[in-house]
């Protein structure tokens, strides 16, 4: 059939292409998008294969999952504290152009020693209807001969679940929930002029001063806005003065308090 | 029974697209209508009879507004953001079965567009696939408000995304197959319960599972009282507060496609899709029995509208991995459990049962008494004035 | 009821086509809307929305990582859902031996559920 050809061509271009993109793209979200291209259309090459499972599979799983991850690691991060994006050291790029060669004798050997001069296996058509599909023949497979690494996989996923954690979980977050509520950002009164708070001002803090205090910022804005703010300053109350507190390291405040 | 050709089904796929854009259309009018009638107001009630032209008026209006794209914005992907949730949302539509073949014209009809062996998946595939539209137009838009939302929107979808994939998984073990006709298949039978007949739904042998489900379609859905996303009083619109005229109207449609495309699957799966009174002798009663269960879905998610206030985020993450997750779990465990006992291939002595019986009651008992058991969530409400 | 059958290919160029036309139908309305819609570009609506206050800092804010955590959860769950479906579509057939295989892999990851919530992953605030 030309029409099952044309098709996988087109699919196969889109593939490539995208591929292409996801190293040539300069903004890494945009190569993310296009690994999200390639992946649909890796999975539409699994369709025309007849793996319909393995289809779902692969978007469920790299795109639906995986990459999303990606993404929320690219939004989390400031593009400025990202390590130079293509100006890798050299020695990475001779290791990448190794590995690529690598990977690709091995497609090749596959291809080889399998499709070309390999017999045929037993998942052919008409045996995976009689079963009553791919996911049934996939699973009858996996749950018998692939019993064991099946279940190393429920292994391999308990330590991604540790690691995770363990890497992505600053110690501290583990104890949040018994300190009270903390914010980025926290408005609050600057240590030692409230009773309630302990003395000091814990790293982090930056102050913004209000009309009362006196900073060289302020005074040069004074005179360029006009003094009509000092005029309504006029005789404060000691202990009143309440500054502004904008603390960058909530957490740094937090433990301020836990001392007490 | 080979012999359909493309065009015809591709005529019945169309058909069921453009039927669930016009239902779409009118969802938000009975939205509006019902809100309304909660809240003891009218609704629409200017644009033709009852306001019944309301959704027509609305989307010519639309069409006219000015696309806005913020100076900031990374324009392909702001361009495109929109589309990927309305494609998504629309196609997952194809493996929704309507009936089985029917006589048209002297025709003979499938009324299904697409006939997957992984229809249950497929569904959840593009329902994953859709995630990338919240993303990508958060991202895109560059700005404070969509950032936040498209974040807490999209890991709010993918928490909740994995409590609805597991909780089909009992369905998938009592019927055998993942796709979506053989599910509608075994759901025809009945089971003899003495002298009464009754149809073998899901929702009968998996009542959990049809409320986890529930619970989480809406949270998927970005429904209220899961409307996080778009908490108007924290984030503006949420991920799509930059989008204007049309491409905002994409992020509403898919918004409204995917909870009538949720709601015909969980028709389907639980409710017995198109069975009903009649339905085996025409097969148009088996497309109004379907449209019936979905409507009533539909109603319920605008009764809660109407009723809950929105959660709190950390109370709406919780509820998704504190106790959906190892409830479904343990929905599957059991399931499996009493299947292979209803199998023959475990022979449980009685006094087994008669312990696990008094087990379960004491630990309901234990679990209900105040102060003990309960989850975290309402322990930690003291927590919220800190600031 | 008959069995009637698409065949496998059909099924999917029908998604395909679906797809397609989905597709076109969105860019049909997009291009409508541009050619029914003024067009008055000002400075103003360009600004990133900040509900009347005006643009401070530029735009990347950062976020708890609690994200990320929550994602690559979620992506070890989804492996553990995608394992979970082919077993239970063959259940039957599995019988006493797939129950004990499939209690054993849940199980597994259960403790590393518990080691998630105990860490307090799962909390937020």
């Given at each position: 059939?030309?029409?099952?050809v044309?098709i996988?061509y087109l ?5 490539v ?10 903004n ?12 649909v259309?890796?999975a539409?090459t699994?369709?025309m ?14 795109t639906?999952a995986?990459l999303?991850?990606?993404l ?45 001069s ?6 052919t058509?008409?045996n995976?209807?009689?079963?009553g ?15 064991l ?5 429920s292994?391999?996923?308990?330590v991604?679940?540790?690691?995770a ?14 300190v ?13 002029v409230d ?14 001063p ?9 005074a040069?804005?004074a005179?360029?806005?006009g ?13 009143v003065v309440?500054?502004?507190v ?5 957490d740094?405040?937090?433990?301020m308090?836990?001392?007490r | ?26 969802m938000?009018?009975?939205?509006r ?9 009218l609704g ?8 019944l ?14 696309d ?6 990374d ?8 589309l990927?949730i309305f494609v ?6 194809a493996?929704?079965p ?17 006939d997957?062996?992984?229809g ?5 595939a ?9 993303i ?7 700005s404070?408000?969509?950032l936040l ?11 909740y995304?994995?409590v609805l ?8 073990i ?21 002298p ?7 929702i ?19 429904r ?5 996303p778009?908490?108007e ?17 994409f992020?509403y ?9 949720i ?10 899709g ?12 088996g ?6 269960k ?18 709190r ?9 504190k ?12 399931t ?8 023959g291939?475990?022979?449980i ?5 008669i312990?696990v019986?008094?087990?379960?009651v ?7 008494r ?10 930690r ?5 800190g600031? | ?5 698409q065949?496998?290919?059909e099924?999917w160029?029908v ?16 291009t ?8 008055k570009?000002s ?11 005006p ?13 990320y955590v ?20 063959i ?9 004990v295989e ?6 597994l ?6 080691y ?6 799962l909390?937020?605030?």
């Amino acid at each position: 059939m030309p029409w099952d050809v044309l098709i996988f061509y087109l699919i196969a271009a889109v593939c490539v292409l995208s591929a292409a993109g996801v190293v040539v793209a300069r903004n890494p979200v945009h190569s993310a998008i296009f690994l999200v291209l390639c992946f649909v259309n890796i999975a539409a090459t699994f369709v025309m294969m007849g793996a319909e499972f393995l289809a779902v599979v692969q978007v469920i799983v790299y795109t639906g999952a995986i990459l999303v991850l990606v993404l929320f690691v690219l939004m989390l991060v400031n593009p400025d504290d990202l390590p130079e994006f293509h100006a890798a050291r050299p020695v990475q790029r001779y290791v990448g152009l190794l590995l690529g060669a690598i990977l690709l004798l091995e497609v090749g050997a596959a291809i080889v020693t399998r499709s070309v001069s390999g017999e045929q296996g037993t998942a052919t058509p008409d045996n995976i209807a009689a079963v009553g599909g791919n996911t049934q023949a996939l699973g009858r497979v996996l749950y018998s001969d692939y019993l064991l690494a099946f279940e190393v996989v429920s292994l391999v996923l308990l330590v991604g679940v540790v690691g995770a954690i363990v890497l992505a979980l600053p110690e501290r977050l583990g104890e949040r929930p018994s300190v009270a509520r903390r914010g980025s950002i926290s408005l609050s009164h600057p240590r030692g002029v409230d009773a309630a708070l302990p003395e000091g001002r814990p790293a982090g803090e930056t102050l913004i001063p209000t009309r009362h205090s006196t900073s060289p910022t302020r005074a040069s804005g004074a005179v360029a806005t006009g003094n009509d703010r000092e005029v309504s300053a006029g005789p404060t109350p000691t202990g009143v003065v309440r500054d502004l507190v904008m603390t960058r390291d909530a957490d740094a405040f937090g433990h301020m308090g836990d001392k007490r | 029974m080979n012999d359909q050709p493309l065009w015809l089904t591709f005529i019945v796929a169309f058909t069921a697209m453009n039927v669930l854009l016009a239902g779409m259309a009118y969802m938000t009018w009975f939205e509006r209508k019902v809100l309304a009638r909660m809240q003891d107001r009218l609704g629409p009630t200017r644009t033709g009879p009852a306001g019944l032209l309301q959704p027509i008026a609305d989307g010519i209006k639309l069409l006219g507004k000015e696309d806005l794209i913020p100076a900031a914005a990374d324009k392909p992907v702001f361009f495109f953001a929109p589309l990927v949730i309305f494609v998504t949302a629309i196609v997952s539509v194809a493996v929704i079965p309507f009936g089985g073949t029917v006589e048209i014209f002297g025709r003979d009809v499938n009324l299904f567009a697409a006939d997957l062996n992984v229809g249950a998946l497929f569904i959840l595939a593009f329902g994953s696939l859709g995630v990338y539209g919240i993303i990508l137009g958060s991202y895109a838009s560059a700005s404070r408000y969509p950032l936040l939302g498209g974040l807490r929107a999209a890991a709010q979808v993918i928490s909740y995304e994995i409590v609805l994939g597991l909780a089909l998984v009992g369905v998938f073990i009592l019927s055998g197959s993942l796709s979506l006709r053989d599910i509608l298949a075994r759901q025809q039978e009945t089971l003899s319960l003495g002298p009464i007949d009754i149809p073998n739904w899901f929702i009968l042998s998996q009542p959990i599972a049809f409320v986890i489900y529930t619970i989480a379609a809406v949270a998927e859905t970005n429904r209220a009282p899961f409307d996080l996303p778009e908490a108007e009083t924290e984030l503006a619109a949420g991920f799509h507060t930059e989008y204007s005229a049309f491409r905002f109207s994409f992020y509403y449609l898919g918004e409204y496609i995917n909870m009538i495309v949720i709601s015909l699957f969980a028709s389907t799966l639980f409710l017995g899709g198109t069975g009903g009174p009649g339905s085996d002798r025409f097969w148009g009663l088996g497309i109004f029995w379907l449209l019936a269960k979905t409507i009533v879905f539909l109603f319920f998610y605008i009764w809660l509208r109407a009723t809950l206030p929105r959660f709190r985020y950390d109370q709406l993450m919780g509820i998704a991995w504190k106790v959906l997750l190892p409830l479904v779990l343990l929905n599957i465990v059991f399931t499996a459990f009493i299947r292979l006992v209803a199998n023959g291939e475990l022979e449980i002595p009685v006094w087994v049962w008669i312990a696990v019986a008094v087990a379960v009651v004491a630990l309901l008992a234990l679990s209900l008494r105040p102060g003990g058991g309960g989850e975290a969530a309402p322990a930690r409400t003291s927590a919220v004035g800190g600031d | 009821m008959p069995v009637e059958t698409q065949t496998l290919g059909e099924n999917w160029l029908v998604v395909g086509l679906m797809l397609v036309s989905a597709f076109s139908m969105g860019m049909l309305l997009l291009t409508l809307n541009k050619i029914m819609a003024p067009s008055k570009p000002s400075a103003a609506k360009a600004a990133p929305y900040e509900s009347g206050m005006p643009d401070i800092e530029p735009v990347r804010p950062s976020y708890s990582p609690r994200f990320y955590v929550v994602a690559m959860l979620f992506v070890i769950f989804d492996i553990e859902a995608i394992f979970i479906f082919p077993w239970a579509v063959i259940f039957d057939e599995l019988g006493t031996y797939g129950f004990v295989e499939m209690v054993s892999f849940i199980g597994l990851l259960f403790v590393g559920y518990i080691y998630a919530w105990k860490k307090g992953a799962l909390e937020w605030v």
